[in-house]
């Protein structure tokens, strides 16, 4: 839980500083790349201020080589290469049952950062071009690129580190920015130790919501805000900060930059896609969830600020958007006004959430219609109550039901989120909840195998019930890293695979996805869909 504080609030209590040298030689002038690039904005195109005071990376005496030159050269935004389909999840990646694939909400909202710094921000998803690491640095050697912000997916984070060194040398040098996983930023220690280890990683990026990287990237911070780098020659990983008091301020981000036409959602109608953030934090406390780890509470961007991003992104040409909130529309008022003010501009853009079933009042869902959302992913989590009270949902099934048959009512498509797997679930409370959801009739479900993330009280209560199998599960959510009373892994794995077939090849499915589909894209899809449900193992 954070601790709150006068003014922000402290996740974690001091600076820690561990000596290690650095590295970061000057990159040297390269040709164009042709990456996907953005043109700066104007307040962007001047030359970034030349640092005066002390700087924060790179431990030498002179003002690092990419804040020397930032006017007009690029960045890189880099989702790295990877074996595996991910879909993301703000600081989560993880492994993904189905074939959909989006760009990640971090590298968005740092994309408006970095073109502040006075870069020109570019973008490369080494993983939708199915590029490995030898075709990724290829593909970058020679490009005059001045530095690069990347993800790390949460269970290859250590190879991810250790092959971004590889970019690096194919840049010349140029510094590396590692937007961390949130379970590693919740570990003062494995922040230090990633830095102290990877000497050519130059800082990770604690909270891509609040912090100073602009100012890093230009050379003129004097701290670091929830970013940790080098400081003379020494690792310090800073107090990981966030603020209740004020809203949340952020730069436009570079949605052109992040349109492909290979992505979409797995209940898209149509594409290109993307993704924006109104709200961040959620209060409730689900056990077995660290989406909220950093923020305990609703913090809100200003609603006028989010509208004029959602016009920009319906002037690209973008079709759909994912609103990448832990729980929308909770905040009643803002809700109103930012859906009221949404539906006036009469936008040809389409979006889809994520809500609890006790948010999504009919008012609110009405609302939601009017302003364009085609679609609201629910935390169903289990059939039975007693499951639903347990982790943080206490919602009856008729609740649950009704929700369901009002978005049915307004057109609103609906996904039933579930787990199955609890460490003391039986073969038949799986049957019960396989039953309920296929009652509830959603036109899409995810079932989820329970696991016990590092950093939630599930993780807490499972080490101390001695039935943590493994801290970092490889999988995610396709197995489990809990050992289960009554049922062996196999066992486990054979009822999702049943749970996600038995849904999805049910003959009211099946019609009622043809009867909606709106195109050709959404054929598509919906084959793409069905082959990864076919062969879901
Ligand atoms: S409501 Fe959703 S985001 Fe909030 S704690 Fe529960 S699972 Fe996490």
């Excluded at 020679?142 to 530095?147: L, N």
């Excluded at 230090?192 to 280890?197: M, R, T, V, Y």
């Excluded at 057109?411 to 009652?439: H, K, N, P, W, Y």
Aim: aromatic fraction near 8%.
């Amino acid at each position: 839980m954070l601790r709150r504080a006068q003014g922000p609030v402290v996740v974690k209590r001091r600076m820690v500083l561990i000596g290690v040298g650095s590295l970061t030689p000057d990159p040297p002038d390269r040709s164009a790349p042709t990456c996907a690039t953005s043109e700066p904005r104007a307040s962007a195109r001047a030359e970034a201020p030349a640092p005066s005071r002390p700087r924060i990376a790179h431990g030498d005496s002179a003002p690092p080589a990419h804040a020397r030159s930032a006017a007009g050269r690029e960045w890189l935004l880099l989702d790295p290469p990877s074996e595996d389909v991910y879909v993301r999840r703000g600081l989560l990646r993880e492994k993904s049952g189905t074939a959909a694939a989006f760009p990640n909400i971090d590298l968005i909202l740092l994309s408006g950062s970095v073109r502040e710094a006075g870069f020109r921000p570019v973008y490369v998803d080494a993983q939708i071009r199915r590029w490995g690491w030898r075709r990724l640095c290829d593909e970058l050697r020679g490009r005059d690129i001045a530095g690069v912000v990347s993800i790390v997916s949460c269970d290859g984070a250590e190879r991810d580190l250790r092959r971004l060194r590889h970019v690096k040398d194919a840049l010349g040098g140029v510094p590396v920015y590692v937007v961390v996983p949130i379970a590693t930023v919740l570990q003062r220690q494995a922040c230090g130790d990633i830095l102290a280890n990877h000497p050519h990683i130059d800082g990770l990026i604690l909270n891509s919501v609040e912090h100073n990287l602009t100012e890093i990237l230009r050379g003129d911070a004097e701290r670091l805000v929830n970013v940790a780098a080098r400081r003379d020659g020494r690792v310090a990983v800073p107090d990981v900060t966030v603020r209740y008091e004020t809203g949340v301020h952020l730069p436009m981000p570079e949605h052109a930059i992040f349109r492909d036409h290979r992505y979409f959602f797995p209940q898209s109608k149509r594409n290109p896609v993307t993704c924006v953030q109104l709200s961040f934090g959620c209060p409730y406390t689900c056990e077995f969830c660290i989406d909220n780890a950093l923020y305990r509470k609703m913090r809100y961007r200003d609603v006028d600020s989010v509208v004029e991003e959602l016009v920009e992104i319906d002037r690209l040409g973008f079709r759909e958007v994912y609103f990448k909130d832990l729980t929308f529309g909770l905040n009643k008022r803002i809700a109103d006004e930012f859906l009221g003010k949404l539906a006036e501009r009469r936008l040809n853009l389409r979006w889809l959430c994520t809500t609890r079933i006790d948010v999504a009042t009919p008012r609110l869902l009405r609302y939601m219609k009017r302003a364009g959302c085609y679609g609201i992913e629910f935390g169903v989590e289990s059939g039975l109550r007693h499951r639903r009270e347990a982790n943080g949902k206490p919602i009856s099934d008729e609740q649950i039901k009704r929700v369901f048959y009002n978005c049915r009512s307004l057109g609103i498509e609906t996904t039933a989120l579930v787990m199955i797997g609890f460490e003391d679930e039986t073969e038949e409370e799986i049957r019960t909840t396989m039953a309920f959801v296929s009652d509830l009739d959603p036109d899409y479900v995810a079932y989820n195998v329970v696991n016990a993330l590092a950093g939630t009280p599930l993780a807490e209560r499972a080490k101390r019930g001695g039935f943590l199998l493994d801290e970092l599960n490889e999988q995610r959510f396709t197995s489990s890293n809990i050992r289960h009373r009554y049922l062996t892994p196999q066992r486990l794995d054979e009822l999702r695979v049943e749970a996600v077939r038995s849904f999805y090849r049910r003959p009211r499915t099946v019609m009622t996805r043809l009867a909606k589909a709106q195109g050709l894209f959404e054929l598509w899809k919906l084959v793409r869909l069905a082959k990864a449900a076919a062969w879901v193992k």
